[in-house]
T-cell receptor, first 110, second 116 residues
Framework: GDSVTQMEGPVTLSEEAFLTINCTYT??????LFWYVQYPGEGLQLLLK?????DKGSNKGFEATYRKETTSFHLEKGSVQVSDSAVYFC?????????FGKGTTLSVSS | NAGVMQNPRHLVRRRGQEARLRCSPM?????VYWYRQLPEEGLKFMVY????????ESGMPKERFSAEFPKEGPSILRIQQVVRGDSAAYFC??????????????FGPGTRLTVL
């Protein structure tokens, strides 16, 4: 079945460091891809999305490009801030339900 | 402009009791989804409902779990005779279901169920 694999955390960075969180997927159809962020005690918020190959989703300095040839959707940010500390989930859908990776905890220190 | 509301935020039950989790979708949304997050796991889809209809329950355990979304009032996820393995965070999401192949799902803050 369809699945999402993302790098395990925690990822610990200093403020202004470069961030990459890897995400790869397996899907039988043509999925839409997402990154969600979960701050402590809160629900998930959509961070960015891409609906077809080569699309680049971007928001709040975060970017991810839908790479069909490598079945990947890696999340990047050029300069992280303490406020980016959260759990990040990669997800896909080919229909209704979202299929999530296990999440990657990011901790940014000043 | 209230988002998706879930209550209670924390629920403690003893083994064998019933747990009822409530979800009020965003205003104007008629589609509700329930997900479960077990410790150290990602969210797993459980069920998708529209008003008065269960559309997809492929992720629901076969026994003890049920869900409804009545014409009036919140969606309810009901777990009968809870066991320790039911301890998890349960998230509800809603969407408008009016456009495109994918309708963005907006998530509530979750209900954290602890079974003693």
């Amino acid at each position: 079945g369809d699945s999402v694999t993302q790098m395990e955390g925690p990822v610990t960075l200093s403020e202004e460091a470069f961030l990459t969180i890897n995400c790869t997927y397996t899907a039988t159809g043509y999925p839409s891809l997402f990154w969600y962020v979960q701050y402590p005690g809160e629900g998930l918020q959509l961070l960015l999305k891409a609906t077809k190959a080569d699309d680049k989703g971007s928001n709040k300095g975060f970017e991810a490009t839908y790479r069909k040839e490598t079945t990947s959707f890696h999340l990047e940010k050029g300069s992280v801030q303490v406020s980016d500390s959260a759990v990040y989930f990669c997800a896909l859908t080919t229909g209704t339900a979202l299929i999530f990776g296990k999440g990657t905890t990011l901790s940014v220190s000043s | 402009n209230a988002g998706v509301m879930q209550n209670p935020r924390h629920l403690v039950r003893r083994r064998g009791q019933e747990a009822r989790l409530r979800c009020s979708p965003m205003k104007g949304h008629s589609h509700v989804y329930w997900y479960r997050q077990l410790p150290e796991e990602g969210l797993k889809f459980m069920v998708y409902l529209q008003k008065e209809n269960i559309i997809d329950e492929s992720g629901m355990p076969k026994e003890r779990f049920s869900a409804e979304f009545p014409k009036e009032g919140p969606s309810i996820l009901r777990i009968q005779q809870v066991v320790r393995g039911d301890s998890a965070a349960y998230f509800c999401a809603s969407s408008s279901g009016t456009s495109g192949a994918y309708n963005e799902q907006f998530f509530g803050p979750g209900t954290r169920l602890t079974v003693l």
